[in-house]
């Protein structure tokens, strides 16, 4: 198998296997609250704003909060374990939401969503990192950030099943909850079977040895070291810190508000706009995503060290007019052939991304480090994407109607920034990898 440091584990493609599914699974609870904004609207009495915050800044602001903690443990502690725990814990809380009874209790059950997730990514990143060889890191991120396309899909197409199924049943009524309305027991059959997963993960993935860089310690760095070590180095990340927090705006804006977009523009069922939406995701950012790693791997053979973070840069380039044009459609069928390429897009950079960053991080840092990361993405994106959409919606244009307006400028200035930033903050990511080749020889 030769050294250790350069090539994949037994075991590498089952724990990938069982990560991503653990992915998928993720996004799936993550994002079915898209589907039902007007029964949960009706039900609870609030406004898109209000919803916003349940979808978003509810997730984003402990999610972002507990992955920093967590990322620290998982570059010190069994990481395949701290993935087991977190699987359990949100898939629980998935299912609480469906008998929540009031905003407030929704929005702590979707807390509780939020600190589960938070214990995935970070440490499966590292795992990754410590399986798969340098040349193989980035195909194999590639495919676990399918998570994204492939469970924001599933949550749509699965959604509007679910949605359509039970809003043909019976009301169903259990003791000392009472009738369940559709969506609430759509929470609740896609929370439970998380537990499943947990245990097969449990069963499944097992602690690799993690591999050190040259002349690297092996006990965790204290927290000062580590601060000291991302503001000295910070030119080497900040293409990748700086510049993906931007595009999630747009990302977990489309994300969150298309379907509703499909439904308040053109009339769609809620089943057909998660059905539309779903196969979207599936189909164009699946591909996006493995098409962002194949052209990063030929743009490396070309001789381009800073593939990975050139990729971002060309992508990030790509986006605007694309974006700026996706919600100006005149038919259902146009408005799902444009915003075709900008999910190809959105989904193109993001394992690409997470290569770039832990190809050029100490070992002891990496989950550190991409917990930093989706604090930033998931701050900005879940936090702030979601919410600018509807605030620009609600309080901006003072219309519902004027959602595709709103996703289209929001969507459109973001990428447009980001991809400003990246060629400025390329440079310092190609120094880093050019140390890292000379280092290697």
Request: with cysteine.
């Amino acid at each position: 198998m030769g050294d250790s440091n350069t090539s994949t584990l037994p075991g590498a493609r089952l724990a990938l296997a069982m990560l991503l599914l653990a992915y998928i699974l993720s996004f799936i609870d993550r994002q079915i609250l898209s589907l039902m904004v007007g029964p949960i609207r009706t039900e609870l009495g609030i406004g898109d704003f209000q919803f916003s915050l349940l979808s978003g800044a509810a997730f984003a602001l402990f999610y972002t909060l507990m992955g920093l903690p967590i990322g620290r443990w998982a570059d010190s502690g069994n990481r395949s374990r701290i993935i087991v725990i977190g699987i359990a814990l949100w898939s629980m809380m998935t299912a609480l939401g469906g008998l929540a009874r009031s905003f407030g209790t929704l929005f702590a059950t979707r807390v509780g969503v939020a600190v589960g997730e938070a214990a995935l990514s970070p440490p499966s990143y590292s795992l990754l990192s410590d399986y798969f060889s340098p040349e193989r890191l980035p195909r194999a991120l590639a495919i676990y950030t399918l998570g994204i396309t492939l469970g924001g899909g599933m949550a749509y197409l699965i959604g509007g099943a679910v949605i359509g199924l039970v809003d043909k049943m019976d009301p169903i009524s259990w003791p000392l909850v009472g009738e369940l309305a559709p969506w609430r027991l759509s929470l609740i059959a896609v929370g439970l079977p998380g537990l499943l997963v947990a245990l097969a993960v449990y069963a499944t993935v097992r602690e690799p040895p993690r591999r050190l860089q040259s002349g690297e310690e092996s006990s965790l760095l204290p927290v000062t070291q580590a601060i000291s070590h991302l503001w000295r180095c910070r030119s080497d990340y900040a293409v990748v810190l700086y510049t993906v927090p931007l595009l999630s705006i747009a990302g977990y804006g489309f994300l969150g508000w298309y379907p509703e977009y499909l439904i308040r523009t053109f009339g769609a069922e809620r089943s057909q706009a998660g059905y539309l939406t779903g196969w979207l995701y599936l189909l164009c950012g699946t591909a996006g995503t493995l098409c962002g790693a194949r052209v990063a791997e030929a743009l490396a053979r070309r001789g381009y060290r800073d593939a990975n973070g050139r990729l971002v840069a060309l992508v990030a380039s790509a986006l605007p007019i694309p974006a700026l044009l996706s919600t100006q459609a005149g038919s259902l069928t146009l408005a799902v052939a444009l915003a075709a390429p900008v999910i190809f897009l959105l989904n193109a950079y993001f394992g690409v991304s997470l290569a770039a960053l832990q190809l050029v991080a100490p070992n002891r840092m990496r989950a550190q480090l991409s917990a930093g990361l989706l604090f930033a993405t998931n701050l900005l994106g879940l936090g702030l994407g979601t919410s600018a959409v509807a605030a620009l919606s609600e309080f901006g244009f003072g219309d519902d109607a004027a959602l595709g307006r709103s996703l289209a400028l929001v969507s459109s200035a973001v990428t447009l920034l980001a991809a400003l930033v990246a060629w400025h903050q390329l440079g310092g990511y190609r120094a880093a990898v050019e140390r890292l080749y000379r280092d290697s020889l």
